[in-house]
């Protein structure tokens, strides 16, 4: 009789449709509040355990990825590139997440033996451990394993800490270990001051900084301060209202926040922007505004401000006139139309800002600098997309929204679409020079046909 080995008798575990079918029915069969509550438990320690478990598939495809770089020859310095854009792929997130994942789970691995045990048991959860390696990032590798050690050898004595606890007690603990690494943590926090916007509901918009604690809190104190003196004087606005107008003033040098410069990109139909439409527009650095909006924001433009308006008409397919060029590098025109087109980074589940105007298929590769073979990345998925075993290529008819697709060295496919946009109305689909408001106002028309 043929010998069996241990791998040919191990129970392989259920399959991924038994796993899928399991979960599908845990919300759906009767069950009593005490089965309920299990459930609810149960898929909680499961997500911690998936996380564990992607944790260390993350750095094992890491490993196989550097091994097969230095197979190849690659240079040192590319050796691992292109790996947290696959892991983003592969969880369907952004690469800026996907190099979060790898560094996490680099250090779960690597350094944090019985926080990932934790979660493995299904007792911690991704984002507690995400606390701990974020507190003691700092650190150096010994240093932190004593902390894990010290928090984690016995799981039940964090079981019932808060958020907010679980950070302090290991920051405090990093504090005693090494005190200077918290000094150089500081400086390295302070290279990391920004200023980012991001939409909010309602046509509004938010502008973050991250300051040193002493700016930030001089900045509030000062905007705060004139708010007070003109509440005082029976300023009819919130105090909210004066500290925002005042910050819009004094950063814009304006006397008054609505005189404010408008300088809109936007994507348009001609019915949106000349006849009352309500298809909405594209707002460069936003995202869509209603059609309503679009129009008063140049309407509502004072003498003393200058509205300038780009607009991009787009053929009845829906995708913009192409542009060609024989330049290698994209040409400023040429490169305003990608990012335009595009809005943000093309990599699918990566909303990043356009920073680079890549060649889909390689000036090596023969690719020409043109519209149909430009595509706006952000600097991470350019990088990334040059590593060995990556390949791009546009796709789709010419005379639809503009396709791409990406091939990752492991044979997975990425498609990208660019975004789709106003549909202009069959009368004006040509060259038209239109005078819409005051004179006062300047109006910088881009018309493509």
């Known amino acids: 009789m043929t010998a069996t080995s241990a791998s040919d008798t191990r129970d392989p575990g259920p399959g991924v449709e038994d796993v899928r079918a399991w979960i599908n029915g845990l919300p759906t069969c009767e069950a009593s509040e005490l089965e309920l509550f299990e459930r609810i438990r149960v898929l909680e320690e499961l997500k911690a355990q998936a996380a564990a478990a992607q944790a260390r598939l993350a750095v094992n495809l890491d490993s196989a990825v550097r091994h097969r770089h230095e197979e190849l020859k690659v240079p040192a310095a590319q050796v691992g590139r292109g790996v947290p854009s696959q892991v983003a792929a592969a969880r369907r997130e952004s690469p800026f997440r996907g190099g979060r994942h790898l560094g996490f789970a680099k250090a779960l691995v690597g350094e944090m033996p019985h926080t ?4 493995e048991a299904g007792t911690l959860s991704e984002w507690r451990a995400t606390i701990l390696a974020r507190e003691t990032a700092c650190l150096s590798a010994e240093d932190r394993r004593s902390i894990d050690e010290t928090l984690l ?6 079981e019932s800490w808060g958020d907010r606890r679980l950070g302090a007690e290991a920051k405090k603990l990093a504090d005693k270990l090494d005190p200077e690494a918290q000094v150089k943590r500081n400086a390295r926090a302070t290279a990391d001051r920004r200023v980012s916007i991001r939409p909010s ?9 991250l300051l040193p604690v002493a700016q930030g809190v001089a900045v509030w104190a000062a905007l705060k301060t004139v708010a007070d003196a003109l509440l005082g004087e ?12 005042t910050l819009v003033e004094r950063v814009t040098g304006q006397e ?3 005189d404010v410069p408008v300088a809109v990109n936007l994507t ?3 019915e949106t922007l000349l006849e009352g439409g309500h298809e909405p527009a594209w707002l460069a650095d936003y995202g869509p505004v209603p059609a309503g909006l679009a129009r008063r924001m140049v309407d509502t433009a004072t003498k003393e401000a200058i509205a300038t308006l780009r607009r991009l008409y787009v053929a009845a397919t829906g995708r913009l006139v192409a542009m060609d060029s024989i330049t290698t590098v994209f ?3 040429l490169a305003r139309f990608i990012d335009l087109r595009d809005q943000t980074c093309r990599t699918p589940w990566c909303d990043a800002p356009i920073r680079h105007h890549d060649h889909v298929r390689s000036l090596l590769a023969g690719g020409e600098t043109t519209e149909a073979n430009g595509q706006g990345l952000c600097e991470q998925c350019n990088y990334a997309k040059e590593a060995p075993g990556w390949s791009a290529r546009p ?6 929204p503009h396709q791409v697709e990406t091939t990752l060295p492991t044979g997975h496919t990425l498609r990208s679409r660019s975004p789709d946009l106003p549909r202009p109305s069959p009368l004006r689909s040509r060259v038209v020079d239109v005078e819409l408001y005051e004179p006062d106002i300047k109006l910088e028309l881009d018309f493509v046909a």
Do not use: F, N
Request: net charge negative.
């Open 395 to 400: 796709t789709g008819p010419p005379d639809q």
């Open 234 to 245: 029976g300023d009819g606005r919130t105090r909210g209202q004066i500290m925002a107008d």
């Open 116 to 119: 990932l045990a934790a979660m």
């Open 256 to 258: 008054v926040a609505e």
């Open 201 to 209: 509901p309602d046509t509004m918009a938010i502008i973050s900084a």
């Open 268 to 270: 348009v139909s001609d």
């Open 153 to 158: 050898a016995d799981p039940a004595k964090v």
């Open 331 to 333: 040409p400023r025109g």
